[in-house]
């Protein structure tokens, strides 16, 4: 759950610098540096992000599917519902509670809504690349240590927001700002966003990258 609550820096990060700067072609080139402070607590902190766990379940799974079925569907449906409520709770203390100036909490709200007009279909498609640039991070930071684990996860990430990739975590948070404050409903929310955004996360984390990756560490296994 605690993923969960801080991953809602990412948005909040973001919204800081998109608040502070004009309305310039270049501000979203700097404003999206502040979507990787959520994952930056999250994954140095060790903490567990649902998107983390495609690759280091889906290997093992992928040799022995009749064994590891059962504890991967377990472990994500923990991992994945303890997110979910931990981003919920950070989107209901933003919206309920006057932590945020208004000026930030407005630049929070215009950066959900964006992520909430997508289609599913480009959701789908759009959580793709964030499905591979998460599971990278993980393939890699047992390699690197110290400031190669912080610019790899800096990097990686700035890339998601300036991409405008969906990351089911933390664009569930976003789009519980947008019911708690409103702006869309519960239903919209999770058929429009959350559910294709977790589809796309889990095809670029398992088929795409994962199984790919799978390739190298075959005598290993």
């Known amino acids: 759950m605690t993923a969960g609550l801080l991953i809602s820096f990412s948005v909040m990060g973001e919204a800081f610098f998109l608040a502070r700067l ?14 990787s402070a959520g994952f930056l607590l999250v994954i140095l902190g060790r903490m567990q992000l649902f998107t983390e766990n495609t690759i280091t379940t889906i290997i093992p799974f992928s040799e022995n599917p009749s064994k590891y079925w059962l504890p991967v569907i377990r472990l994500w449906s923990i991992v994945f519902a303890a997110n979910m409520v931990g981003a919920v709770i950070a ?24 992520v909430s007009e997508l289609s599913v279909v480009e959701t789908i498609l759009r959580g793709i690349p964030a499905g591979i640039l998460i599971a990278a991070i993980v393939w890699m930071l047992p390699s690197l240590s110290g400031a190669g684990s912080f ?21 569930a948070g976003e789009v519980a700002t947008l019911v708690f ?3 869309i409903g519960p239903g919209a929310a999770i058929l429009g966003f959350v559910a294709p955004a977790f589809l796309g996360n889990v095809i670029g984390g398992t088929a795409v990258f994962t199984l790919l990756a799978r390739r190298q560490v075959l005598k290993e296994i």
């Open 91 to 114: 989107a209901a203390f933003i919206t309920y509670t006057s932590v945020l100036i208004p000026e930030y909490f407005d630049a929070v709200i215009a950066i959900s809504l964006h």
């Open 151 to 171: 610019l790899a996860i800096l990097l990686f990430t700035y890339l998601i927001a300036l991409g405008e990739f969906t990351h089911v975590v933390a664009g």
């Open 181 to 183: 404050n409103g702006n």
């Open 22 to 35: 004009p309305e310039a072609e270049w501000s979203t080139l700097i404003a999206s540096l502040g979507y």
